[in-house]
Every structure is written in C-alpha cells, then in structure tokens.
C-alpha cells in the first residue's frame, strides 16, 4: 500500500471526472480483493504535481476512508521500489529491506499478525505495480495488501495479479486521457463564455463585470481582478476586481506586475506565485517575497498571472486567486489561461480605441458647437455695421448733387454690401439649423406652394439664360411635415444653384412626388456636374467644387451645407447623381405629414 503519510485529501472525494473511469478502476480493485484474493487493493494515479492520488480502494472501509482521495510524492515510490523484488509488471519490497523506523511514516499499516511460516505476509510488506503508458511515462500504481492466506503470492497468484495489473495500467492511461480531455473541454466552454461575453462590451468596467462569473467557474477560483496598465508615463493603471475591496496594490506592487506581464507577455507564459512553488526566475527574491506577503495579507493561497495583450503590445494583466486547501493550478489551466489572456487583450484594445473614439467624438461635438457659436456671434457682429452702412449709402445716393461717378462707387460699395449681408444671412441660417438646442417644430407644410413661391423669384434668371424650367407638381397639396420657412430655404437652394450651374439653353427640371410615405423633391439640372470626389464632400460647409467652371460663379460654399443640415434635422435624407459635365441631380426625402 501508499506508505508515505498523506498528504491530505483534495477538493472533492476523487478528481476524476468521468464516472466511467472512476467505476472501471473501482472494479479492477474490486478483481483484485475477491478474485486474487487479496484483503486490500488501492488504485493510484499520477498528478501534474507530480504526486500519486489514490482514486479506489477496495475490500476494507478502514482502508478506503484513511487512504482514497491521499497523495503520495513519486520520488519516495521511486525510492522504495529500487528495493523491490523485479515479479513481471509487479514490485515486491518486504519489510525486511525496510529501516527499522519507517514504518512511523506510513499511512495505513493492517492490523494483522504474520503466521508462523517462511513466506508469510508481513503488515510491512509492499507489492505494488507501476502502471506505466506506451512512452514509458509512469501514470500510476495498483497496490495490494493482506493476502487471504496470509502467505506471499506464489507464482500462480503473482501471474493473476499481473493480469490485473495490465488492465489497470490500460484504465489508468484512459482515465488519465478522459479527465485531460474532460479539462480541456471545459476550459475551452469557459474561454467561449468569456471571449463572448468580454467581446460583446465597449468599456473596460463592463468588459470585467462579465467577464467575471466565467473565469471564477471555468478556473475553480476564489477572486480574480483586471489590471490594465497606464498609457502614457503617468499613473498606476486601473484595476477591476471582483471585489473592488479586496484589491489595493502598493505603487512597488504595481511595478512588479507590469514588468513582470511584459516580459511574461514577451515569453508568452503565465506565472504561478505560491509558497510551494519553484521559482521560475519570473520574480528576483525581493519581488518574489513582497508579492508572497502581499497574497497572505489577503488570505490568499495562490495565484495565476497572466499576461494581456494584442500583437506585441502588453495591455495589463489578469490575476485569478486560490484559497488554503484548492487544487494546484494545472498546464490545462495555465494554457488555457494564455489563450483568454489574447482574447481578454483584443477586448480591452478595441473597448480603448472605443472609448478614444467616444472621446474624440465628444471633442468635435463641443468643436462643432463652439463653431457655430462663433459663426453665429462674428454673423451678429457684422450685421449690425453692415446695416448702418446700407442706411447711409442709401442716404447718400439720394443726394441731389452727386456726380456720374461717385453715384457709381456708391452703387458698387451698395452691392459689395448686400452681398455680405447675404453671406451674413447665411451664416446665421447655418447657425440655426446646425443647433441641436433648436429642434424643428413641424407643421404640415404645402411644398406645392413652397415650389410656386421659389420659381417666382428664379424664373427671371432663368429666362435672361434661355433655360428650358420645368416643374412637375401633381393636382393638389403635397404635405410635408417640417418648418416652411427652412423647407422654403431648401427648395431656393437647389433651384437657384440648378440655374446658376446650367449653361445658357439648357434645361432644368423640378419635381415634386408622394413615394412609400415620403415625399420626395427632385431638381434635376444640365449643368456642369461634379466628379465622384466632389459629390463626397458635398455638403461640408465652405466647401466649393474643384471644378473651375464652378468656381468661376460666385458663392461661398454654404448653400449646400445649409441644405444637408435642413435635411437632417427634418428626420430626411438626400441622394446626389452627378456626371461630371452632364448635370447633376438632387434627390429628398421628407417626413409626409
């Protein structure tokens, strides 16, 4: 039998966890106690930390309550079996070969008494079987103790008990695979509810809130917190923790868990920190002592880092915690681990480049008011002087002794002035319909009459160029829901800008149509179009076409933008066809009331 003391029982009666295996190795101890004849028969498997578990034990209560679930380090079987008797897949130790005093360091010794014969069976005596895999690879032991004739096995038992040794070496390797496969399986489930739940966040905070219920589950553990590291030079980063209260890293701390995710990340491999841990040189001794003193502060038995990052840039780090009494973390864990440690990575850097990008848009709402302010206050400020100007040029030409030319310089500065209240005019509508503080008030609005209205006022160019103006407007009210006056604006707009950009005989066309519940106007002209670059920036205010023909009319660049603004605020949309040198179209879409 194990005769090493144990080293205490794990979490749970056995780790095995296909209960298939579980009952075939209890049934090859079984085999071994009433069919070989033996009193006692244990089954042990070989852990990651390198310590034998008993998983079954048959044939005596007493036994299987001291001995099932105990843990013996191999090194110590390695010492006792280079004792043994070589009996095939068997190893026989009798107690003859044993110190005097070792038996105060076994586990569980049988109550019995040895017969009076030469080969009688000692409580001392130890035949065991090394179960090894088809690499040579030790995987476990089948032990066996208390012989029913009290005499060591003769050759006829001893080729049983190698019967049966052989088919527990077969079940251990394939209990051992199951349960390696079970782990994987369920550590992949957690990786997927984690990477699913992290991916589906934008913030960090959000990104460790449900991340957290995953990783506690799928890694066995007690807390778990998030540290991401500071961009810049300045500041400790930020941690997110399963319990805020639990963590309170010291600046010192905090320097040790960036370098030491760096060069993990560098590495590629997470760290285990424990009292009954190697150093693996990822800590010098002083860090290793403070992150140590750090984990019994806080009542802590273990920890797993692991690094986070995307590409070869380190982000932070997660740290999962185990209590006194849990398991050791296994290479299934850790390797999963490192998997969600890239994923968790990915998360992290697109719910930054998120939050940046939120930022950034903030930043040009407040620019964009703060445009709009200022146009509508230099728009306010120009006004007012302009308008005493008019007044006194108006004074002035209705002097009686003025002469041809300086009625002329008067006419000419009149007109330089009406077209800056123009431009004026339009500055303050572009402040007005860009304010999100001055929502629209819609109304039921008769474009039919909006349309007649603006043709009015640009029919006269029209016909001083030739153009051939054309309007469609079916019988009755065509109801759109908005402000007139700003409807209005956006029909003068197009159409006045359809004039001015066709060519003497050309025609223009405008339309007005009920389409799916919108109403839809149309201005369609022969001008001189716009290339595919143009019509993107189409819109954008002060923006003017690079095409020279264009740029010979004059304008400022604000009619366009005045219209898109309109538009949108009306809840509409606007579709552009332009061919360069062959006209263009414009297309909108309004609520119908």
Same mark, same amino acid.
């Given at each position: 039998?194990?005769?090493?003391?144990?080293?205490?029982?794990?979490?749970?009666?056995?780790?095995?966890?296909?209960?298939?295996?579980?009952?075939?190795?209890?049934?090859?101890?079984?085999?071994?106690?009433?069919?070989?004849?033996?009193?006692?028969?244990?089954?042990?498997?070989?852990?990651?930390?390198?310590?034998?578990?008993?998983?079954?034990?048959?044939?005596?209560?007493?036994?299987?309550?001291?001995?099932?679930?105990?843990?013996?380090?191999?090194?110590?079987?390695?010492?006792?079996?280079?004792?043994?008797?070589?009996?095939?897949?068997?190893?026989?130790?009798?107690?003859?070969?044993?110190?005097?005093?070792?038996?105060?360091?076994?586990?569980?010794?049988?109550?019995?008494?040895?017969?009076?014969?030469?080969?009688?069976?000692?409580?001392?005596?130890?035949?065991?079987?090394?179960?090894?895999?088809?690499?040579?690879?030790?995987?476990?032991?089948?032990?066996?103790?208390?012989?029913?004739?009290?005499?060591?096995?003769?050759?006829?038992?001893?080729?049983?008990?190698?019967?049966?040794?052989?088919?527990?070496?077969?079940?251990?390797?394939?209990?051992?695979?199951?349960?390696?496969?079970?782990?994987?399986?369920?550590?992949?489930?957690?990786?997927?509810?984690?990477?699913?739940?992290?991916?589906?966040?934008?913030?960090?905070?959000?990104?460790?809130?449900?991340?957290?219920?995953?990783? %506690?589950?799928?890694?066995?553990? &007690?807390?778990? =917190?998030?540290? +991401?590291? #500071?961009?810049? /030079?300045?500041?400790? !980063? @930020?941690?997110?923790?399963?319990?805020?209260?639990?963590?309170?890293?010291?600046?010192?701390?905090?320097?040790?868990?960036?370098?030491?995710?760096?060069?993990?990340?560098?590495?590629?491999?997470?760290?285990?920190?424990?009292?009954?841990?190697?150093?693996?040189?990822?800590?010098?001794?002083?860090?290793?002592?403070?992150?140590?003193?750090?984990?019994?502060?806080?009542?802590?038995?273990?920890?797993?880092?692991?690094?986070?990052?995307?590409?070869?840039?380190?982000?932070?780090?997660?740290? %999962?915690?185990?209590?006194?009494? &849990?398991?050791? =973390?296994?290479? +299934?864990? #850790?390797?999963? /681990?490192?998997?969600? !440690? @890239?994923?968790?990575?990915?998360?992290?850097?697109?719910?930054?480049?998120?939050?940046?990008?939120?930022?950034?848009?903030?930043?040009?709402?407040?620019?964009?008011?703060?445009?709009?302010?200022?146009?509508?206050?230099?728009?306010?400020?120009?006004?007012?002087?302009?308008?005493?100007?008019?007044?006194?040029?108006?004074?002035?030409?209705?002097?009686?002794?003025?002469?041809?030319?300086?009625?002329?310089?008067?006419?000419?500065?009149?007109?330089?002035?009406?077209?800056?209240?123009?431009?004026?005019?339009?500055?303050?509508?572009?402040?007005?319909?860009?304010?999100?503080?001055?929502?629209?008030?819609?109304?039921?609005?008769?474009?039919?009459?909006?349309?007649?209205?603006?043709?009015?006022?640009?029919?006269?160019?029209?016909?001083?160029?030739?153009?051939?103006?054309?309007?469609?407007?079916?019988?009755?009210?065509?109801?759109?829901?908005?402000?007139?006056?700003?409807?209005?604006?956006?029909?003068?707009?197009?159409?006045?800008?359809?004039?001015?950009?066709?060519?003497?005989?050309?025609?223009?066309?405008?339309?007005?149509?009920?389409?799916?519940?919108?109403?839809?106007?149309?201005?369609?002209?022969?001008?001189?179009?716009?290339?595919?670059?143009?019509?993107?920036?189409?819109?954008?205010?002060?923006?003017?076409?690079?095409?020279?023909?264009?740029?010979?009319?004059?304008?400022?660049?604000?009619?366009?933008?005045?219209?898109?603004?309109?538009?949108?605020?009306?809840?509409?949309?606007?579709?552009?066809?332009?061919?360069?040198?062959?006209?263009?179209?414009?297309?909108?879409?309004?609520?119908?009331?």
């Amino acid at each position: 039998m194990p005769r090493d003391t144990p080293a205490g029982p794990v979490r749970g009666r056995v780790r095995l966890s296909d209960a298939g295996s579980r009952d075939a190795l209890q049934l090859i101890a079984e085999g071994v106690t009433d069919v070989a004849h033996f009193g006692v028969a244990a089954i042990s498997v070989v852990r990651e930390d390198g310590k034998l578990e008993v998983v079954a034990v048959a044939g005596s209560d007493v036994a299987r309550s001291q001995l099932e679930g105990s843990r013996t380090p191999v090194d110590r079987l390695a010492g006792e079996i280079a004792k043994a008797d070589d009996w095939g897949l068997l190893r026989f130790v009798p107690h003859e070969r044993l110190e005097p005093d070792a038996g105060d360091e076994w586990g569980w010794v049988p109550d019995i008494e040895p017969i009076d014969a030469p080969d009688a069976w000692h409580p001392l005596d130890l035949l065991i079987a090394p179960l090894y895999d088809d690499n040579g690879v030790l995987r476990g032991t089948l032990a066996m103790d208390v012989p029913a004739d009290g005499r060591r096995p003769g050759e006829e038992q001893r080729a049983l008990l190698n019967m049966y040794a052989e088919q527990a070496g077969r079940a251990v390797v394939v209990a051992l695979e199951r349960e390696a496969l079970a782990e994987q399986v369920r550590m992949a489930q957690a990786a997927r509810r984690i990477v699913r739940r992290a991916t589906a966040q934008l913030s960090l905070e959000r990104i460790a809130a449900d991340s957290r219920d995953a990783l %506690l589950e799928g890694f066995r553990a &007690a807390g778990m =917190w998030i540290h +991401t590291f #500071a961009r810049g /030079a300045e500041g400790l !980063g @930020h941690i997110y923790s399963s319990n805020p209260t639990e963590v309170a890293l010291t600046p010192d701390l905090v320097k040790i868990a960036e370098s030491t995710a760096q060069a993990a990340w560098r590495s590629q491999q997470v760290v285990i920190v424990a009292s009954n841990v190697e150093d693996d040189e990822s800590l010098d001794p002083a860090e290793r002592a403070a992150v140590l003193s750090f984990l019994r502060g806080i009542d802590v038995e273990s920890l797993l880092f692991i690094p986070l990052g995307a590409g070869p840039e380190c982000l932070g780090n997660l740290v %999962l915690t185990r209590l006194p009494g &849990a398991p050791e =973390w296994t290479e +299934t864990e #850790a390797a999963a /681990a490192l998997d969600i !440690g @890239h994923d968790l990575g990915r998360a992290i850097l697109n719910a930054r480049t998120f939050e940046r990008e939120h930022q950034l848009v903030v930043e040009l709402q407040e620019l964009d008011t703060y445009k709009g302010q200022l146009i509508a206050t230099v728009a306010h400020e120009l006004k007012n002087p302009l308008s005493s100007v008019l007044g006194h040029l108006e004074m002035l030409e209705s002097a009686r002794d003025l002469a041809g030319t300086t009625r002329g310089s008067l006419a000419a500065m009149e007109r330089g002035a009406q077209r800056m209240v123009k431009v004026i005019d339009d500055l303050l509508l572009l402040s007005k319909v860009g304010d999100p503080d001055n929502p629209v008030i819609p109304t039921p609005v008769d474009l039919s009459h909006v349309l007649d209205e603006v043709i009015d006022l640009v029919e006269l160019s029209a016909q001083q160029k030739r153009l051939d103006l054309k309007v469609e407007v079916p019988d009755g009210p065509v109801l759109a829901l908005g402000d007139a006056d700003e409807l209005d604006r956006l029909c003068a707009n197009l159409i006045s800008n359809a004039v001015k950009y066709t060519p003497e005989g050309g025609s223009v066309t405008v339309a007005i149509d009920v389409v799916d519940g919108d109403v839809v106007f149309t201005c369609r002209d022969e001008g001189i179009g716009m290339s595919a670059e143009d019509v993107a920036r189409l819109g954008t205010e002060f923006f003017r076409s690079s095409n020279p023909l264009a740029l010979a009319q004059p304008g400022t660049g604000l009619g366009l933008a005045i219209v898109r603004r309109i538009v949108e605020r009306h809840g509409g949309s606007m579709d552009i066809e332009s061919d360069l040198g062959h006209g263009s179209t414009f297309r909108v879409h309004l609520p119908a009331a």
